[in-house]
């Protein structure tokens, strides 16, 4: 009778295939991370620049009050308006994100009551009021 063991070969082809699989996973799954990072930093700087143009708005009109709606990324817990000259916009997250200065906004009178002024991201959104009163040189911002 012959000798009949049952062995299990994987040629070098086969291990090489299968690493390659795992490194090319490994690789997907990293840029996939890198890509929504990329798109959170694109909600942040949408969000400053669409706030910025519709304070800037309001600013060239005599008066006026509008609600608006901006998307922020979940991991922004908050926007806060503080008085500092250099940034007025704060964001609260856990990770660090760069606050940014905001034109044409009476500081003093949204953080007289509350300083920071702050406005809570609720499910990706931030709700604010942008006005200005007649006779007003800066715009406002309210919840």
Wanted: glycine share 8%; with cysteine; proline share 1%.
């Amino acid at each position: 009778m012959g000798d009949k063991t049952g062995q299990m070969k994987l040629s070098f082809g086969m291990i090489f295939s299968i690493i390659l699989i795992v490194i090319f996973i490994a690789f997907a799954f990293y840029a996939i991370r890198i890509f929504l990072g990329i798109q959170d930093e694109m909600k942040i700087e949408q969000f400053g620049n669409g706030l910025q143009t519709d304070v800037d708005k309001m600013w060239k009109s005599s008066q006026g009050s509008q609600e608006v709606e901006y998307l922020l990324p979940s991991k922004i817990e908050s926007v806060c308006f503080s008085d500092d000259e250099y940034q007025n916009l704060i964001f609260h997250s856990e990770e660090f994100v760069g606050g940014k200065k905001i034109q044409h906004i009476d500081i003093e009178k949204i953080t007289e009551d509350e300083n920071p002024f702050c406005v809570e991201n609720i499910k990706g959104k931030i709700k604010m009021i942008i006005k200005k009163d007649y006779g007003e040189a800066l715009v406002t911002i309210t919840k």
